[in-house]
């Protein structure tokens, strides 16, 4: 048996030696080392190893069974640098220095602002998310996400986009009172019978945020269907003419099913940005807890204005079509508001709803507003497009800069989030 005198000695030493060790990972902001696990969809917390002390001065261990373990008492100086280091490289990580884009490829995964999973949660992505990484271990991935340095869990994220999500629709048939995945348009619905392109399919996605809103956002990147310019489609539905010009000059019945788009003064095609502007807002509205109709999600869908429309009418609350102008003055954002012409405001569906597209248009300009976007003149200019003839919910095209204007990932990102916000102050959330 040991003398008192020196088992005393022994558990003071211990002491010291189990409080460094405990100051050292606070000022270092680690977690012990175990193995990192991040996933939001249930509850972020940690699995792997799990170490804590009792009383008696044994470790649980892995499996959750204590074992008394004297040398436990017997820590040295050696040990604790040794420790530090390790617990150091493993949750701050030692990373490659990298610059890629990675895609989310797990449901309502954490984003921390500090690699381990004591970080702070700043929102939880949805898989499909995308994200530029700046550097990589085999356990964190640091990423850009708002224009912050943020952390994600290496086990989520992939340089493969993942295959958009098709599960099974509530119903059978084409989609009437869907849940979410692949819709295609219904030829029963009203007005459907004017659309000539309408092969290709929507999806549909349930927003799995805490606090879902029960309002579906239908988000239209405009332009993407191959051919749509060489077919053509009833302007208004009772045949009459165009009372403005567009695409298609005034007096026209008829205009191009989808129009190619401009290109931008750099190259790119508007048709890419508005696919790239899509996405960032279905992830922003699926975290604020909208469910959302995604009409595009590739470079071609072979769904004309009247179809993209008519599946907004019967799946969606509104409908919000994003484009850029083909000037080239860098002139800003606006929408296109329901011309003041009383035959045209007359026509159904038009008459009955105009006032909501309107006012739908207004509060996406001041959410772009609010967001520091650059706006053209008074917010709007009066056009009359297919996709407002055809509207039975509130329905709006919008405008988000020209050829000259800036469409970088981060310009982006801060259109979505205006958007977001007009759209939360439409619907009063």
């Known amino acids: 048996m040991k003398r008192p005198r020196d088992m005393r000695r022994k558990l003071s030493v211990a002491a010291i030696g189990l409080t460094v060790l ?5 000022l270092s902001g680690c977690q012990p080392k175990y193995k990192p696990y991040d996933v939001g969809t249930d509850s972020g917390q940690a699995s792997g190893e799990t170490v804590s002390s009792n009383n008696t001065g044994s470790l649980e ?29 493993e949750t701050t990580g030692v990373m490659t220095e990298v610059s890629e884009t990675v895609y989310v490829t797990g449901d309502q995964v954490n984003l921390r602002m500090s ?17 530029k990484r700046t550097g990589y271990s085999d356990t964190w991935s640091r990423v850009q996400y708002q224009g912050r340095e943020c952390f994600i869990a290496s086990r989520y994220v992939s340089q493969s986009k993942p295959e958009a999500e098709t599960q099974p629709a509530a119903q059978t048939g084409n989609g009437a009172e869907a ?3 692949e819709v295609k348009l219904d030829s029963s619905w009203k007005y459907a019978d004017f659309s000539k392109i309408n092969s290709g399919s929507a999806y549909l996605y349930r ?31 009772d045949g009459t003419a165009k009372v403005t010009g567009g695409t298609t000059g005034a007096g026209a019945t008829e205009a191009v099913a989808v129009s190619g788009g401009m290109t931008f003064s750099d190259g790119t095609a508007e048709a890419k940005v508005t696919l790239a502007m899509a996405r960032k807002l279905k992830d922003k ?12 999600e590739s470079d071609d869908v072979q769904l004309d204005n009247v179809a ?5 009418n019967n799946l969606a609350d509104c409908h919000i079509a994003l484009h850029w102008d083909s000037t080239t003055s860098d002139k800003g954002a606006f929408y296109m508001s329901v011309p003041n012409v009383s035959s045209y405001r007359s026509m159904e569906p038009v008459k009955s709803n105009w006032e909501k597209h309107n006012a739908l248009g207004e509060s996406l300009v001041a959410g772009l507003k609010n967001a520091g976007v650059k706006i053209f003149s008074g ?51």
């Open 22 to 26: 405990w100051a050292a990972s606070m």
């Open 61 to 89: 261990s892995p499996d959750g069974a204590g074992e008394n373990k004297e040398a436990v008492l017997e820590i040295t100086n050696a040990d604790i640098i040794e420790k530090e280091t390790v617990l150091t490289s």
């Open 115 to 131: 690699p381990g999973t004591s970080g702070q949660v700043i929102t939880a992505l949805n898989k499909g998310a995308e994200l």
């Open 179 to 181: 849940g979410a995945g």
């Open 207 to 237: 927003s799995q945020a805490a606090n879902p809103k029960g309002i579906t956002v239908c988000v239209n990147a405009g332009h993407g269907t191959k051919g749509g310019s060489s077919v053509k489609t009833k302007c208004h539905p």
């Open 285 to 296: 509205l699926l975290a604020a807890g909208y469910d959302v109709l995604m009409i595009r």
């Open 308 to 312: 993209r429309t008519v599946m907004a």
């Open 379 to 429: 917010g709007s200019m009066e056009m009359d497009l297919t996709q407002t003839s055809f509207s039975t919910v509130p329905s709006i095209d919008i405008e988000l800069g020209d050829k000259n204007s800036d469409h970088s990932d981060a310009m982006l990102d801060t259109l979505a989030s205006g958007l977001l916000d007009g759209i939360n102050q439409y619907f009063g959330k």
